[in-house]
């Protein structure tokens, strides 16, 4: 009888293990079993990406103008659905000279999904990111930056890259809540080939919007210029 127990506990605690094991890596910013995913590239230019994550909303008009007063040119990972209701947007960010990546179709966490779900989420966006003109690779960023074995699986058979990022000023409330901090953070943080989240697609994110300035000013004094995705990754050595 205590030998039965004993079993059941070595297997619930091996269960607890995997599981554990497995939250852990379907979050990780820098492995996962297959393809190729990447935090930041390695090169010593003082080169960086921007990435803004969603959308695109109604906001995208006001961005684009912040970043052509700026003269940066910057990658939108965008949800299909979101596209698909914004088509103009989407049409007007890549004639400003903007990046598309693909955040999926439905923004929904990409683990315990099956392949063919996954697999409709990838294509349909794809798809509409061809339909408002963007040519190139269409890099990939799962939603809440989580996959497990079934995404990375299928991303490379699509041969996509997943793409991360090094720099999440919004991932701490304090600096979040105030641009100037953001700012800051991300100055004091920043590497050769870095690559920063923010999401400003919406008005809770006006902060975010904000530090855009700052961010830009500060870094190319300090010798920065900002590249796209695709040019970022050009640039690795
Ligand atoms: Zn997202």
């Known amino acids: 009888m205590k030998r039965v127990l004993f079993k059941k506990l070595i297997i619930v605690m091996a269960i607890a293990l995997i599981l554990t094991i497995g939250l852990r890596i379907s979050s990780s910013r820098s492995f996962q079993f ?23 909303t109604e906001l995208t008009s ?26 103009g947007a989407g049409i007007n960010l890549v004639e400003a000279g903007h990046e598309l990546g693909s955040h999926s179709y439905s923004h929904q966490r990409m683990i315990f999904k099956s392949p063919a779900f996954i697999k409709n989420e990838i ?14 690779e269409i890099h990939f960023r799962p939603p809440y930056g989580k996959k497990l074995v079934i995404l ?60 855009l300035v ?12 900002f590249l796209t995705l695709s040019q970022l990754l050009k640039t690795n050595n």
Not at 41 to 46: A, I, L, M, N
């Open 123 to 136: 294509e349909k966006t794809d798809q509409l990111i061809r339909q408002v003109g963007h040519q190139g």
């Open 152 to 211: 990375p699986y299928i991303l490379r058979d699509y041969d996509k890259k997943t793409i991360m990022w090094d720099l999440e000023p919004e991932s701490y409330p304090e600096i979040a809540s105030d641009r100037k901090k953001i700012v800051e953070y991300v100055t004091e943080n920043v590497k050769p080939g870095s690559i920063i989240l923010l999401h400003i697609m919406y008005e809770s994110r006006s902060e975010s919007l904000n530090s």
């Open 214 to 225: 700052g961010i830009v000013e500060t870094l190319r004094e300090k010798g920065y210029s």
């Open 62 to 87: 006001e961005i684009i103008k912040i970043l052509a007063e700026l003269d940066v040119n910057a990658t939108f990972f965008v949800t299909g659905k979101e596209l698909e209701d914004n088509l």
């Open 34 to 56: 297959y393809g190729n995913i990447l935090q930041k590239v390695e090169t010593q230019d003082k080169v960086v990406a921007l990435t803004f994550d969603d959308g695109p």
